[in-house]
């Protein structure tokens, strides 16, 4: 199983991006979905994640309300819909996959590569 993030790029302060990750090798409605991030600097934390039936999400409280995450199972493709961004968000985002129903643990069974996410002020 392999995740390909895609989407990171470079905005102002307030600005849009949308991340996508494709799973490639498995059919993603085995698999809850998520995104971390990592800072300059800081730890990996936790950003949001789907349950593997796609009715159920979470956020982190950091970015409850600007972003979304949903999936495609069509498309076995997840997605991170960010708006309001602010410089706290750069950092590069990896996509996850884990063999849960309800959403990713600390330790998902699979990582992406990430992608690059710059704001600036």
């Known amino acids: 199983v392999q995740l390909q993030a895609s989407g990171g790029g470079s905005v102002q302060a307030g600005g849009s991006l949308r991340l996508s990750c494709v799973v490639v090798g498995r059919t993603i409605s085995s698999y809850a979905l998520g995104w971390y991030r990592q800072g300059p600097g800081k730890e990996r934390e936790f950003v949001a994640t789907?349950?593997?039936?796609?009715?159920?999400?979470y956020y982190a409280d950091s970015v409850r309300d600007r972003f979304t995450i949903s999936r495609d199972n069509a498309k076995n493709t997840v997605y991170l819909q960010m708006n309001s961004l602010i410089p706290e968000d750069t950092a590069v985002y990896f996509c996850?996959?884990?063999?849960?129903?309800?959403?990713?643990?600390?330790?998902?069974?699979?990582w992406g590569q990430g992608t690059q996410v710059t704001v600036s002020s």
């Open positions: 996850a996959a884990d063999n849960s129903i309800s959403g990713v643990s600390r330790r998902p069974d699979y």
């Open positions: 789907v349950s593997r039936n796609g009715l159920s999400t």
